[in-house]
């Protein structure tokens, strides 16, 4: 599976925006790019996947490099509920995989603190 | 969204002892469930995934008849810690996927967790 590396640790004023950033250099051209966030004490939650182009949802933005080789997840406001370690994962489009494949592999993310 | 109900939440059990939990999918049906732990600061590491009607598949490393599992139905999956030690305290996660009319969907589902404390 290609890897992601992501900065341990960022901090984050409250209401203002976060980017937190995800280097991805050996993406193949079938992989989707996920980032799921885990709240203390929870298990992870969906927070949005793009493949080629820029996504936007009402949890986040996804900006994705035109190379593809790097992401950044932009929180535009962020709040205290925001404070969690952020994950960056490549999966395989479904077209080109087996059930198994629906699997997470999770490296160890980017804690966020957002400080009041 | 789709729900991934998990119970029970935090457990302490004596050593030698088998806890079960259960991992249900409240509002679709799953035909494969994920299995994960996770030790304090550590991200999550996969233990198995579990097939409704077959055979778990477990992850190297991972004991198959220490870590039971049984997917009996669409919406439940169940892990059983059997003769529990203190080096099986961990935090436990269960994850799902919708397949029900929701083609292409990328999106996994994950459980609250259990904390399971082995005295």
């Known amino acids: 599976d290609a890897k992601t590396t992501q900065p341990n640790s960022m901090e984050s004023n409250e209401e203002e925006p976060v980017h937190l950033p995800c280097n991805h250099s050996t993406i193949s051209g079938t992989d989707y790019i996920h980032w799921y966030r885990q709240l203390p004490s929870q298990g992870p939650e969906y927070v949005i996947h793009?493949?080629?182009s820029n996504v936007n949802n009402r949890m986040a933005s996804l900006a994705i490099a035109e190379d593809r080789k790097s992401s950044t997840l932009i929180l535009h406001r962020a709040t205290l509920r925001d404070a969690a370690v952020y994950y960056c994962?490549?999966?395989?489009?479904?077209?080109?995989?087996?059930?198994?494949?629906?699997?997470?592999?999770f490296g160890k993310g980017t804690k966020l603190s957002v400080i009041p | 969204g789709a729900v991934v109900s998990q119970h029970p939440s935090r457990v302490i059990c004596k050593s030698g002892t088998s806890v079960k939990i259960e991992c249900r999918s409240l509002?679709?049906?799953?035909?494969?469930m994920f299995w994960y732990r996770q030790f304090p600061k550590q991200s999550l590491m996969l233990m198995a995934t579990?097939?409704?009607?077959?055979?778990?598949?477990?992850e190297q490393g991972v004991e198959k008849d220490k870590f039971l599992i049984n997917h009996a139905s669409l919406t439940l999956s169940t892990l059983t810690v059997t003769s529990a030690h203190p080096e099986d305290s961990s935090f436990y996660i269960c994850?799902?996927?919708?397949?029900?009319?929701?083609?292409?969907?990328?999106?996994?589902?994950f459980g609250s967790g259990t904390q399971l404390s082995v005295l």
């Open positions: 509002d679709f049906q799953a035909t494969t």
């Open positions: 994962i490549l999966r395989l489009s479904p077209a080109y995989s087996g059930a198994g494949s629906y699997q997470l592999t």
């Open positions: 579990s097939n409704e009607g077959s055979k778990a598949t477990y």
């Open positions: 994850s799902a996927r919708d397949f029900g009319g929701h083609k292409g969907t990328e999106k996994l589902f």
């Open positions: 793009g493949l080629t």
